[in-house]
């Protein structure tokens, strides 16, 4: 979709800007998001992808539970306010 300079974990990166299939969970507990927009560096980095705000801040109340190792997707209609 085109060239785009970006920043994450690993600091300022060269990349393109491209459309990519999001599915979280596992187990039978997935969550399909469909098409989202995502940036991809050009070289292989030596960092994990992390994923962004968009789509999924936007439709969940996001819960980590650091202890557990564990986090929670509570959609938006039914989390506490």
């Known amino acids: 979709?085109?060239?785009a300079n970006s920043s994450g974990v690993g600091g300022k990166f060269k990349g393109h800007q491209t459309q990519v299939e999001l599915s979280i969970g596992r187990g039978g507990r997935e969550i399909q998001f469909g098409l989202v927009m995502a940036y991809v560096p050009n070289q292989v980095q030596d960092i994990p992808?992390?994923?962004?705000r968009t789509?999924?801040?936007?439709e969940f109340q996001v819960i980590f539970e650091e202890f557990n190792n564990m986090f929670h997707l509570v959609p938006k209609e039914k989390s506490l306010k």
Do not use: A, I, N
């Open 1 to 3: 979709m085109g060239d």
């Open 49 to 52: 992808l992390l994923v962004g």
């Open 55 to 58: 789509p999924v801040f936007d």
